[in-house]
C-alpha cells in the first residue's frame, strides 16, 4: 500500500487536500477529498485511470464547501455529521444561488451523514470524530490496511479543544500515525466572545434594541449562550435568531424557551425591539436580512448593533446608532495547536490553511516528520511503511525514531485494528458549559455585575436538570482544553489555573466519568487482550497444556489458533489465579 497527499487549493485556502490509497496489488486507486473550498478542481488533481472514491467535509463553514457542487463526478458519496449533513441540506434548500452554489441537486443527493466507521473501499474506512470549531465539525480518522496492518490518519479540520455551541471539542486520546492538522490560530478569541455576550446584553437589560449581526453558525453558537446565560442569572433579555441563523437553528434541532426562531419577517418590527437581542446575517449588514434590520434601528440614538465578523470584512462604523464590533475568528492558540500534537504523538504532521512563513515555522518544531508544503505536488506518507520527507536531515530522523522507540517500545512497526476500539463522539452535550465554551466567565460576571460562582455553577446547574437523561459523549477536553478554554487573563479577572479547572470535567456528571473509564477499559482490551490466569497440566509425552482459570473464555477460542502468551510465575505456584 502506498498513501500520498496533495494540496487541492494551494493557492487559495489550503483547507482542502486529497489523498490517495493506492493498493500495489490490484493497481487500484483510492482517492479522497477532504473539504471543497475555493480553488478546487478535482478534474485537474486526479488522474485519466483515477476516480473520486468520496468527499468528507468536515463542517459547514462556505469556505471548506464553496466548490463542492463542482467536484461532484464517479459518484462518489460526500461524508459528513448529520448536523453539518442538515445544515448544508438547508443553505441549498434557502441560498444556493445566492451563495453560488454549482449543482444543489446534486450535492442533496450526495450528502450523506455518518456517525461511526463508514466503508469507502475494503481497504479504507473513515469514522468522524469530535473537532469542537463549530456546531456539528468533525474531524476524520481514516483507516487504511496494508496486508494485516492497520494504519490511521486524522484529518482534523479546523478545530479547537474548546466545546463550540454544547458540541465537544477535539479528542487528543487517539491512536493515529499521521495528523493533517489545520495551524490557523487565535489568541484573542476568548476575549472577543466574552466581549460579545457582555456587550449585547448589558444594552439590551439597559433597554436598548440590540442587533447582532453574524454569520449563521456564529449566530446560533451566540443564541446558544445567551439563552443558557439567562438560565443562570436573572438577566433575562430576549434573543431572537431571524433569516439564516434561525434556518441553522432548526438544523441543527435546537430548542430553548428563551429563543424565538423566525426564518423569515415581513417587517423587522416582528423581530427587534427594546430590550431584546436580535441576531441575524451576515455579519456585516450590507446585505440580507441582517442589512434590513441595520436600516431599520440606523439612526435610532438607543438602539446598538453589535458586528462580530470573521475578519473578512470592514465592519461598519458610521450610524446614529451605538456601534460595536468584535472580530470571532474560532480556532486554538499556537500553544493548542503545540500540546495536540504532543498528545496525538504522530509520525506525520501535514500542515494545512496556513502558508508561507506561518508554515514553514512548524518545520522541526515536533518529534514528528512536518510537511509544511506549499505546491500541488503528490507527497508520499507511506510506501509499504512510513518514512520522512527526502529533504529532512539525519538529525531530524533519529529524533522521529527516538521518540517512536519511546512511546511503543521495540514494535515501532505495530499497528491494530481499531474497528473494535469505539472513538468519541459527535453528539451535543446535555449539560451546558460556559468555561468550557470559551467564555471568562471571571470577566463576564465583572461586566455584568455578577457573582462569578453563578456562571461557573452553570454547568453543574444544567447537569442536574438532566439528571435523568444519559450523557451521550464524553467532553473530549484535555489539558490544552483546560489551557485554552480557562486559564487565560486579560488582567481583568483572577486567572484560572489548570488544577482549578480540571474538576470541571468531573462535575459535568457521575454517568459521564462511567462512560470514559468503561470506554478506556474497551480500549485496553482491544489492544492487549484479555488477561487471565492458568493453570500449567503435564500431559506426558512431552506435552504441556494450560487450563484457564477463567473457562468462559474457552467459548471464544478455537482449535489450531494462535493466540499470544505473556508468562509471568505467580507468587505462590499453587495459586491459580497468578499465572497468564
Known sequence: MQVSYQHANPHDGRESHLVRFHDEIHDQTTCILVDSGSGVDVEDLLGEDEYLSAILLTHAH??????????????APIYATPGTAAAITTRLDTDAEHADLDNPDDVRAAIEPI????????????NPVPAGHAPGACGFVVRFADGDDHHHLFATGDFTTRRAAGYPGLATDLSVDAVFLTAATNADFRDQLTGAVATAVERATAGSTVLTTTSGSTGVHLAYLLAHLARATDLT?????????????EAFEYDHPAVECVPTFKNPDEVLGPGRITIAGPEVPIAGSSERLFDAIEDDAGATLVQVTS???????????????????????EETVDSVVEALGPIHVVISHQRGYVADQYKDK??????????????TLYDDGWSGPPWVTEATH????????TDAGSDIGGSFDTADI?????????DVDLVAEGIDTARLAEDLGLDPSVLEASAVAAA?????????????????DTVEGASQSDGRGERRTEDSTAGDDLEVGSDSIADVLSRLDRIENAVTGTRTGATVVDAGDGVTLLRLTDESLAEDLTHGQLVELVIQTAPDSRDETGTD
Do not use: K, M
Open 464 to 480: 442536574d436538570e438532566n439528571a435523568d437523561e444519559t450523557v451521550a459523549v464524553a467532553d473530549g477536553r484535555s489539558v490544552s
Open 311 to 333: 475578519g473578512a470584512f470592514d465592519p461598519e462604523h458610521s450610524a446614529g446608532c451605538t456601534v460595536h464590533d468584535y472580530q470571532l475568528s474560532n480556532h486554538p492558540t
Open 237 to 249: 433579555p430576549p434573543v431572537t435568531v431571524a433569516g439564516r441563523v434561525a434556518t441553522l437553528w
Open 62 to 75: 462556505l469556505d471548506h464547501y464553496r466548490t463542492l457542487g463542482s467536484n461532484l463526478r464517479d459518484g
Open 422 to 430: 469505539p472513538l468519541p463522539t459527535v453528539g451535543r452535550h446535555d
Open 398 to 405: 533519529r529524533r522521529v525514531r527516538s521518540r517512536r522507540y
Open 115 to 126: 456517525t461511526d466507521w463508514t466503508t469507502i473501499t475494503s481497504d479504507v474506512h473513515v
Open 366 to 379: 515536533y518529534d514528528s516528520f512536518v510537511w509544511a508544503t506549499d505546491d500541488a505536488t503528490q507527497y
